[in-house]
């Protein structure tokens, strides 16, 4: 399968705890996301990383949320000190650098569920 | 600020029917617009995408979208429903920023129930 694969399919932590997710996107695709969704809601942007650089992100990541693309090709998600309110699916997305019109493609999200 | 809307929670069709769900959005400059659904614990499929050019848009599995401006409307369409096309269905427009980073606005989601 040569799609975008995601890092645990699912977590579920206590309150307070860290958590690291990890996304593989296509492989030439130069470009990465990460969006956030919540139940009954669409996903919200979170940031983008242009190769290995992050060139933006969301004011929805607090600093409790950190992320990287060391090499330009994988990418992790860490939550530090968890809340409840983290609890929701977290999707990986990938696209080839064009003029911005190029679709993107998804992965299969990291369910995560904060006790 | 971009923006995008789904009027609609819920699309109930009969199989065989036409179907339609609607989409409205509202960005500064020209929209780049896409489709996406999502199956249940899965992630988003892309369907299709108006960049420019012919304002019907054909997509994957027999989905079409039709782009007007004067209504700033790019509602899906499909001539004959299937059961399996029941799904969450997503609007997104491409946000405006000044990196061009593409990162999409979505809207709130249409479930489509197809009904035997």
């Known amino acids: 399968d040569t799609g975008v694969s995601q890092d645990p399919r699912h977590k579920i932590t206590k309150r307070g705890q860290n958590v690291t997710f990890r996304c593989d996107p296509i492989?030439?695709?130069?470009?990465l996301y990460w969006y956030r969704q919540t139940l009954g809601q669409g996903p919200e942007f979170l940031t983008y990383?242009?190769?290995?650089?992050?060139?933006?992100k969301s004011r929805l990541l607090s600093d409790r949320f950190s992320a990287e693309r060391p090499k330009g090709s994988f990418s992790t998600l860490e939550i530090q000190r968890t809340e409840q309110g983290d609890s929701a699916m977290y999707l990986c997305?990938?696209?080839?650098?064009?003029?911005?019109?190029?679709?993107?493609?998804f992965g299969p999200g990291t369910r995560l569920t904060v006790l | 600020a971009q923006s995008v809307a789904q009027p609609e929670d819920q699309v109930n069709v009969a199989e065989g029917n036409p179907l339609t769900v609607k989409c409205t959005y509202s960005?500064?400059?020209?929209?780049?617009l896409f489709w996406y659904v999502q199956y249940p614990n899965r992630g988003l499929q892309f369907l299709l995408k108006?960049?420019?050019?012919?304002?019907l848009v054909k997509g994957s599995y027999g989905f079409e979208a039709e782009f007007n401006k004067s209504q700033t409307s790019f509602h899906l369409k499909k001539p004959s429903a299937l059961v399996s096309d029941s799904a969450l269905y997503f609007c997104?427009?491409?946000?405006?920023?000044?990196?061009?980073?593409?990162?999409?606005?979505f809207g709130q989601g249409t479930t489509l129930q197809v009904k035997p």
């Open positions: 108006y960049i420019t050019g012919d304002n």
């Open positions: 997104a427009v491409r946000g405006i920023d000044s990196g061009n980073t593409g990162k999409l606005i």
């Open positions: 997305a990938s696209s080839f650098l064009t003029s911005g019109s190029s679709e993107q493609f």
């Open positions: 990383f242009q190769n290995e650089a992050q060139l933006e």
């Open positions: 492989s030439e695709h130069n470009r």
């Open positions: 960005v500064s400059g020209n929209p780049y």
